[in-house]
């Protein structure tokens, strides 16, 4: 049976603010692109040739599942942002092999990705135990409890590259709060690498990557009762090499008028770019930092030939 645990969503003007009253940059929320179609479609853009990052991180899971199992002892994982599960599969597999009555617990915002995960894991072993949790892990972590067992935590697929250094850090420190002495995480990392690679990534050539990050507005459309028609939108995604850091826009092709539930106007002009992810790329020396200034020790760290991807098993530091 299906059981997923919904938790409360956010309201128009905490999610929207940026929308509404930046005057430098307009943005929608990340968290805005995963619902039910955006989750489908964001599995398509993993399949691309251009997107490496799936591919990538996955092949280090396959060459060093055992290696992580090892070294972090867990014999419970809880991922964050999971999507379909099919890369942690591969470390599901070894670990219900490892462990008797393993358990798996997905906490991820979209209720389509965890249809998608149940589906994925369900067959694996009558000794998995799985748990979705439907919900904002960003802003949520409070409800999660902490385990009696070793628990992983995984914060894979470089999500930690769509937040700010600052918020990187905050969430980070939020994670190792709920961390026991011998809970570990690991946490996926794409690095800087040649631009064409990293446009060419966020640009794929179909054009799944444009619909994915349009779906965008009839997210917010829906459910804000708000009037943006995709039709007037392009796709744009170029690399800042001054921020190290993919920059995904939607940008207008045309003049629009905006009517929010209070019933003020918001006008966008030709040209006007709204923001809808950052993908950052890291180098050593930037994500040792965060994870120092977020309590989080490397125990180990596992990388592709080309050094383009890195897989990070932490434990949080103990005074």
């Not at 049976?1 to 930046?22: A, E, G, R």
């Not at 995480?185 to 349009?214: P, S």
């Not at 829906?222 to 090499?241: G, P, S, W």
Request: proline share 1%; net charge positive; aromatic share 10%.
């Amino acid at each position: 049976m299906l059981n997923i645990k919904q938790k409360p969503v956010s309201d128009f003007s905490n999610d929207l603010i940026d929308l509404i009253k930046s005057l430098e940059q307009k943005r929608i929320p990340t968290k805005y692109l995963y619902d039910d179609i955006g989750s489908k479609l964001f599995e398509k853009i993993c399949d691309t040739n251009e997107y490496y990052l799936t591919r990538t991180e996955k092949k280090i899971l396959e060459e060093n599942s055992i290696s992580i199992l090892d070294v972090s002892m867990a014999d419970e994982f809880l991922e964050l942002g999971s999507g379909s599960s099919k890369k942690t599969k591969v470390l599901i597999l070894d670990a219900v092999d490892k462990v008797k009555n393993f358990k798996y617990i997905s906490f991820d915002i979209s209720n389509k990705a965890l249809q998608m995960c149940h589906n994925e894991l369900k067959n694996i072993s009558n000794d998995l135990k799985i748990e979705l949790i439907q919900g904002d892990f960003f802003k949520e972590l409070n409800v999660l409890k902490k385990s009696t067992k070793n628990r992983m935590f995984l914060f894979l697929g470089s999500t930690i590259g769509n937040f700010d250094n600052d918020t990187a850090i905050n969430f980070l420190t939020s994670v190792s709060k709920v961390m026991n002495k011998n809970d570990t995480i690991l946490i996926g990392v794409d690095k800087i690498k040649d631009n064409n690679v990293l446009e060419a990534a966020y640009n794929d050539d179909n054009g799944i990557t444009g619909e994915f990050n349009k779906n965008i507005l009839n997210v917010i459309n829906k459910k804000y009762n708000l009037n943006f028609k995709k039709e007037n939108f392009l796709h744009t995604a170029i690399f800042n090499k001054n921020k190290s850091q993919i920059e995904m826009y939607l940008r207008l092709k045309k003049d629009q008028k905006i009517i929010i539930p209070d019933g003020k106007e918001i006008f966008f002009k030709k040209g006007d770019k709204i923001l809808t992810e950052i993908s950052r790329k890291f180098s050593e020396n930037a994500i040792n930092e965060i994870f120092n200034k977020s309590s989080l020790n490397i125990l180990k760290t596992y990388s592709d030939i080309n050094n383009y991807f890195s897989l990070y098993l932490l434990n949080k530091y103990t005074y």
